[in-house]
């Protein structure tokens, strides 16, 4: 139902908000402790509001995967990307300063969330914006699950950067970045997937228990069909690869 869309989510956006104005407080009050120059903290500041603010972008984009049109999502995706490189290359070219070209990241994003707002209103209508003790409680009781894959996910991709600045150098950790960043690229493929496959898995897992165990069995074939050419064909060309980087 598409009241009941928009009034879910709404209470969903409410509590995002809340959290991220609570984030964004907590980040301008630790900054202004931080021992660096003013010109770096207004960096910090900027980069953090940007995390923020896509943060907002990535909850709109959750409407149509949760509504299986997670194209939508993926062109405001990448809508995003492009437009902020552009408008951060345009800069640097025109002269203009780090701060500003950095700064283009947190004004794009904020577009970008008046046009996912834009597209979720046509969609589902109004948000119902309404935060309350109880809802609050059940929304971050529902997504504490996500919450957890999502920070143990973030840790494992970076876990091997920090063990190796430590435990080597940070001359190490860069080497291994520049690396990981080619690998990085290929990882869009099972995000992108799992963007594709989650709603109708969540819809299977009430329906047909049957059919999602199909599903799986799919799925986990095809990620094995395309994951193991791949990962020999970097083996094989890694020594190259690492000579050309």
């Not at 690396?179 to 990882?187: H, I």
């Not at 992108?192 to 999602?212: D, G, H, K, N, W």
Request: charged share 10%.
């Amino acid at each position: 139902d598409r009241d009941q869309v928009a009034m879910y989510y709404g209470r969903l956006m409410a509590v995002r908000l809340v959290l991220l104005v609570s984030v964004g407080a907590a980040l301008v009050l630790m900054t202004t402790f931080l021992p660096f120059s003013e010109k770096t903290k207004l960096l910090i500041i900027v980069i953090g509001a940007y995390q923020i603010f896509i943060t907002l972008v990535n909850g709109f984009g959750a409407v149509f995967v949760a509504l299986e049109s997670m194209h939508v999502t993926s062109l405001l995706e990448v809508s995003l990307r492009v437009t902020t490189a552009i408008t951060g290359i345009v800069i640097v070219w025109g002269g203009g300063s780090l701060l500003l070209a950095i700064s283009s990241l947190p004004v794009m994003t904020i577009l970008h969330v008046a046009l996912g707002y834009y597209l979720t209103h046509r969609r589902c209508g109004a948000l119902h914006l309404s935060v309350t003790l109880a809802g609050v409680r059940q929304v971050l009781g529902d997504a504490l699950p996500y919450a957890l894959h999502t920070l143990f996910e973030l840790f494992s991709s970076r876990v091997a950067l920090i063990f190796i600045g430590f435990m080597l150098s940070a001359g190490a950790a860069g080497i291994f970045n520049v690396a990981y960043r080619f690998v990085f690229v290929l990882l869009f493929i099972p995000v992108f997937a799992r963007l594709a496959i989650f709603p109708v898995a969540s819809c299977l897992y009430m329906t047909s228990p049957e059919q999602l165990k199909e599903l799986y069995r799919i799925t986990l074939n095809l990620a094995i069909v395309l994951g193991l050419p791949m990962a020999g064909g970097i083996w094989l060309i890694a020594p190259k690869l690492i000579e050309v980087l």
